[in-house]
């Protein structure tokens, strides 16, 4: 029959001998019956007079929805544009999109943002709003961070990434600029671990006079806790007297890279670290044992591996890189650099209970089940035990001889079996070294 005269007010038809009214609102379609029906006198005008009723309230709703529209859009454009660079960590920081971490994380975002603020504070100084900055101008700061290793390199890429999609999720923009790049591969190089000499030449550094470090004494049994425990330096570097119990001689901890899991690990105290540790014990009040390293690690960690590094130079077993030394001898001390560091004590850590026959499941529990660490020197273990094997069947007596890692691994295994009600642990180990 035809509209009702009005845009947007809807169309009047006929169905069954009745009018009706349909109209659309919120994009729903409705139809309504106009109660007249087309065999009354003037039903068509009729009709129209009382579709007329509803336009008032057609045309209200009508107006709402497009200005409801307007406004989102208009706020949404204003969010957009009203993002100073100088209030975008602010927002980040207070954001509920903002993942959880710790203060020393949060810590490292921040600088990274700001070393990105101040490289388009040097280059692009028009720059002054989030929504300006587009993948050409990452790409060309990415390609700025040349003075940096791959794995920092990654850790920029990966902080502003993450600190852009927060603050892009709060201001509905769905384009991070920082999308577009790509991590870089890393090359990484296992940690040597130190041979007998070295480790001698190490621990007998500190009688030396000339030896000069902010914190020596402390420095020496931090190298001590690193030798016997087997701990990563953070860990080490934070110890606390409540983790090490020198009645039972045991270290119950839970080491940094496994506090998410809630993963404790339950260490024996060697007897030399535990001869240091109750010497130290008679002068130290503080909850760290190692209460100045600790303190000036939490504002200063650089300096603190500086030291570490130093002892290693002082040593002998890595050299200090010289502004005198000729490209090629640059670069041999950088590759040896690389392979010995704090982290290589953990390795000697592991080499030592190999050697005396500790269980495979036991150094697991104190290391990392997925170190391959563990599993190099393992093998390499079981490597040269086959060979003594073979070597002892040419022997002159042509007998065959137990190897010594064999005859503990038969002790626990006779240990293990007479117990008459072995613990969940003693079945795990039982189990390993009877395969």
Not at 49 to 59: D, M, N, R, S, T
Not at 206 to 228: I, N, R
Not at 310 to 327: F, Q, R
Not at 425 to 433: A, E, G, N, S
Request: charged residues 30%.
């Amino acid at each position: 029959m035809g509209s009702t005269g009005r845009k947007n007010t809807g169309r009047i038809f006929i169905r069954a001998n009745k009018y009706y009214l349909r109209y659309r609102i919120n994009d729903k379609e409705k139809t309504v019956s106009l109660g007249i029906k087309t065999d009354q006198a003037d039903a068509k005008n009729k009709a129209k007079k009382e579709a007329a009723k509803y336009l008032p309230i057609l045309e209200a709703q009508t107006r709402k929805e497009v200005a409801a529209h307007v406004a989102i859009a208009k706020r949404l454009e204003k969010e957009r544009q009203h993002l100073p660079l100088s209030d975008a960590w602010k927002i980040f920081e207070a954001s509920p999109f903002r993942p959880h971490c710790s203060t020393k994380t949060l810590a490292g975002h921040k600088q990274k943002f700001t070393h990105f603020i101040n490289w388009l504070g040097q280059n692009i100084p028009l720059i002054d709003r989030i929504d300006k900055i587009d993948s050409s101008i990452t790409a060309n700061y990415a390609a700025s961070l040349t003075k940096i290793s791959g794995r920092n390199y990654n850790a920029y890429i990966g902080s502003l990434k993450l600190i852009f999609k927060t603050l892009l999720q709060q201001r509905k923009i769905e384009t991070n600029p920082f999308d577009c790049i790509v991590k870089r591969p890393l090359e990484t190089v296992s940690k040597a671990d130190f041979d007998d000499e070295q480790m001698e030449a190490i621990l007998t550094t500190f009688e030396d006079s000339k030896l000069h470090l902010m914190h020596k004494t402390e420095t020496e049994t931090l190298y001590y806790l690193g030798t016997y425990t087997g701990l990563r330096l953070n860990d080490c570097v934070l110890s606390e007297w409540k983790d090490y119990n020198l009645k039972t001689k045991l270290i119950t901890c839970i080491p940094y890279k496994t506090r998410k899991s809630n993963r404790s690990v339950i260490i024996p105290m060697h007897p030399t670290l535990l001869k240091k540790l109750k010497e130290l014990k008679k002068e130290n009040n503080s909850k760290y044992i190692l209460p100045e390293i600790a303190s000036r690690y939490q504002y200063n960690e650089t300096g603190v591996k500086k030291d570490v590094i130093k002892v290693l130079e002082y040593a002998g077993i890595i050299e200090a890189i010289c502004k005198e030394d000729t490209p090629k001898d640059a670069v041999r001390k950088r590759e040896k650099r690389k392979l010995y560091g704090f982290h290589s004590l953990r390795h000697r850590f592991v080499t030592n209970c190999a050697k005396a026959g500790v269980p495979l499941a036991a150094v697991q529990a104190i290391v990392g089940h997925g170190n391959p660490t563990i599993t190099r020197v393992y093998t390499h273990i079981g490597t040269n035990s086959l060979k003594d094997a073979i070597q002892a069947q040419n022997s002159e007596q042509d007998k065959v001889n137990v190897l010594p890692e064999a005859q503990k691994l038969l002790k626990i295994k006779k240990l293990l079996e007479s117990k008459k009600k072995p613990s969940q642990l003693d079945k795990k180990v039982l189990k390993i070294v009877t395969e």
